[in-house]
C-alpha cells in the first residue's frame, strides 16, 4: 500500500511517499480502509522530535520518529475486526485515532474508533478526532463552561479553535473568537458573537474580562493573558509552540502557570494530552447533531502530504488541513 514514511526526524521534506506493508492487527484492533486523514501541529513535533526533550520522554521517539507511518486522524471503512472487537464490523464507515494515517490503510484500536456521521464527508470526518476531543476537554471539562458564561477563544479560526468556537457556543456561552482579517467571516459564521481581529486589537489589554479564556495559540505572556480572565475565571492553556529546534518546547510555560496558579484565585489550567472513547463519542455525538460541523481549509491528496505539512507549520491553518487518500 501506498503510505507517508518518516525515517528519520527533520522538516516535511524527510517525508516520503512510498510503498509498505499493510499493518497487522491485534484482536482489539480494526483494520480500515483509510478515506481521508487530517494534518495536526502533533504530526509536525512527531515528524520534527520536537521539543527535543520528547525524545528523551520516549514520546516522540529516541533516534528517529515514533511511528513509521505518520499520522492520527482519520476516517475511513473498516476491513477486517479483531477476535476481540465488538460494536464494529467490515464495512462500517468510521472516525477515529489510526496508527500510521497517511496511508491507504491504517491499523487502529478499536476503542478509539466511533462510527462517523452520515451528514459528514470523510475529509470533514477525518478532521474530527485530535482537535474535536481537545476542544471538548478544554472547554467543557476543563474550562466547565455554562450557559451564559463568556469564552474567548484564541485561535479561533484554527483546528482546535473553529472546534472549541461551536462546542462553547452550542454548551450556551457568549463567544468571543480571536483571529486575523481573513478569517473573521469565518469565525463570526462559526458562532462567535464578537470577533477580536488580532492585527487591530489586543484582547489581553484589560478593557474585557472573560469566564474563560481558551489559548491555542501561546503568543500572549501569562501576566498579560490573566488580564483577560475574571478575577475567578478559568485560563485554559492548549498552547504547544512553533515548529524549529526547541528544547523544552511549552514544559516551562505550562511549570510556571502552575506555580502562579498555586497563589491567585483564578484557575489557571494547562490541558492534558489525553484521549478517551467517552470524548470521542461526545464531540461526534454533537456533531451528528449538527451543533458542530468540522471546518476543512485545504485538501492535499495523499502524496502531498509533505506540502500540507509545511502549510500546517506556517502556523495559519483554517480549520483543519485534510489529505484525500482515496
Ligand atoms: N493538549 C492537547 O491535547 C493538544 C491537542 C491538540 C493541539 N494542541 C496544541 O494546540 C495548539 C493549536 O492546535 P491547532 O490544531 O488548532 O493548530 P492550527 O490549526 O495550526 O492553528 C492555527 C491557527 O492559529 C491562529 N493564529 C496564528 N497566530 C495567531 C495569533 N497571533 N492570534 C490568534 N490566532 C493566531 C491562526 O489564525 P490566523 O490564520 O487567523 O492567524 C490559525 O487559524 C497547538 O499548539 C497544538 O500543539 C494541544
Not at 527535543?52 to 516522540?60: F, H, I, S, W
Not at 464495512?91 to 496508527?99: C, K, P, Q, S, T
Not at 474563560?212 to 475567578?232: I, S, W
Request: hydrophobic fraction near 45%; glycine fraction near 12%; charge should be positive.
Amino acid at each position: 500500500m501506498k503510505a507517508i514514511v518518516q525515517e528519520r526526524f527533520g522538516s516535511p521534506d524527510v517525508l516520503q511517499f512510498i510503498d509498505v506493508d499493510q499493518p497487522e492487527i491485534g484482536p482489539d484492533d480494526v483494520l480500515v480502509r483509510v478515506h481521508a486523514a487530517a494534518l495536526n501541529p502533533y504530526d509536525w513535533h512527531i515528524l520534527r522530535g520536537d521539543p527535543y526533550v520528547a525524545r528523551l520522554m520516549g514520546t516522540v521517539g529516541l533516534t528517529r520518529p515514533k511511528p513509521r507511518v505518520a499520522g492520527v486522524d482519520g476516517a475511513g471503512t473498516v476491513q477486517a475486526v479483531g477476535a476481540n472487537v465488538r460494536g464494529l464490523r467490515a464495512g462500517d464507515e468510521v472516525l477515529g485515532r489510526f496508527e500510521g494515517a497517511f496511508a491507504e490503510y491504517a491499523r487502529a484500536v478499536a476503542d478509539l474508533v466511533v462510527p462517523k456521521p452520515a451528514r459528514l464527508t470523510f475529509e470533514q470526518a477525518a478532521g474530527v478526532p485530535m482537535a474535536g476531543q481537545t476542544a471538548l476537554r478544554a472547554i467543557r471539562d476543563v474550562g466547565r463552561v455554562r450557559a451564559g458564561h463568556r469564552v474567548l477563544v484564541n485561535g479561533a479560526a484554527g483546528g482546535v479553535g473553529s472546534f472549541a468556537v461551536q462546542i462553547a457556543a452550542a454548551l450556551g456561552a457568549e463567544v468571543t473568537g480571536v483571529c486575523s482579517t481573513g478569517n473573521v467571516d469565518l469565525v463570526r459564521s462559526i458562532g462567535a458573537a464578537h470577533v477580536v481581529d488580532y492585527t487591530k486589537d489586543d484582547f489581553t489589554d484589560g478593557r474585557v474580562r472573560y469566564d474563560v479564556v481558551q489559548d491555542n495559540v501561546g503568543n500572549h505572556p501569562l501576566r498579560h493573558l490573566r488580564r483577560a480572565v475574571t478575577p475567578t475565571g478559568t485560563l485554559v492553556s492548549n498552547a504547544g509552540g512553533s515548529p524549529g529546534g526547541n528544547l523544552f518546547g511549552p514544559i516551562g510555560a505550562i511549570v510556571r502557570m502552575l506555580a502562579v496558579n498555586a497563589v491567585v484565585r483564578q484557575r489557571l489550567r494547562p490541558l492534558p494530552d489525553t484521549w478517551t472513547r467517552e470524548h470521542l463519542i461526545a464531540v461526534t455525538g454533537l456533531v451528528a447533531a449538527g451543533q458542530v460541523t468540522p471546518v476543512v481549509g485545504r485538501t492535499y491528496p495523499l502524496a502531498d502530504t509533505a506540502t500540507a505539512m509545511r502549510h500546517l507549520e506556517q502556523g495559519h491553518a483554517r480549520g483543519k488541513i485534510v489529505v484525500t487518500v482515496g
